[in-house]
């Protein structure tokens, strides 16, 4: 097809195209955020995407919620593709899975086994379902290189099967960023994460004790994911005696989480484990130093001359590398100035999206 001019039209194709997830593509972490922007980004883009909410439970449903998500992914037409988010896909009846008829672009944000906390029984469960259902998938999507690779050594994944889309990033951040330096006194360490013991929030808090010395306040803003683990996180900022220092701010407001970026001197995510880190790129776009840990895809993530990483589980390194950085201001600007540049450089979510429709075409067989 040409344009009036006579030049080829580069538009991608318009397809009709499903994205599945389970639950409320509003939730706040990480995978449904990519996941929603995604979507938004496709239909941009001139693609025809529809939504199908699965039931929620993954990856351990119940029985009738299975069965649903299998009735839904089952009744799409074969001339539809279809991402599957990887909460549900690595979870999902690896025989039912091959009675799918669309094609299927499997979105794996980090391997289900590699959950933290995890019996060994469950964990051995989700590796063979998911390992078993990426069988069946015409593409796989990933949101790093360390994700790839993962999948390229332990669940067979042909590496030419793969497409690496990186999470974009809001550019206009960074000027907002830039236009509203740090205010905040005693200096704000700021840590984003869901209330998930993956995201060591305990290790941040023993750290934060270690150092009770200096002047800091912190701020632990995260949505409340698994049950009982916000009440645990708060008797151990109780026990430290810096209750009034350390704050569990739950889940926020957009605005607020925006006003506290902005505000914050050190981005602290303790992490056990990421398979990216979408808000790593959130502290770079406020350039923001980052403390953060050596595992994952984090030091693919979180650029040098912007971050210090150090083992995870461990709070004295942890508590050092806060240390450093409250104390030593000139590197902490020096780094801060780093985040920014690096920030700026960040692509787009449309960039994520054209990658994500390169792996639709691909499925469908419109491209090699």
Known sequence: MQSKIGIPSMRPPVQTAALALPGDITTLTGGYIYDRLLLEELRAA?????????????????????????????????????????????????????????????LVHHPLALESGLPEDKKRHLWQTERENLRHAARVLVPSPHTRAILIAQYDVPADRIHVALPGVAQPLAAASAAHGPTSEPPLVLSVGILHPRKGHDVLIDALARIADLDWRAEIVGNPWEEGHSAALQQRIDATGLAGRIRLAGRVSAEELDRL??????????????????????????????????????PDTVPSDAGLLVEPDDPESFSAALRTLLSDGDRRRAMAVAARHRGAALASWSETARIAGQALDAALGNTA
């Open 46 to 106: 001139g693609r025809d995407v529809q939504l199908l909410q699965l039931p929620d439970g993954f990856p351990f449903p119940t029985p009738q919620a299975m069965s649903e998500a299998l009735a839904v992914l089952q009744a799409l037409p074969a001339d539809c593709p279809v991402i599957i988010d990887g909460l549900a896909f690595g979870a999902l009846t690896p025989t039912e899975v091959a009675q799918i008829r669309a094609p299927i672009v499997a």
């Open 261 to 298: 970026y902005r505000h914050a001197v050190i981005f602290a995510l303790a992490t056990r484990y990421e398979g990216y880190g979408i808000v790593f790129n959130e502290a770079l776009v406020h350039g923001l130093p980052i403390v953060s840990c050596k595992t994952g895809a984090v």
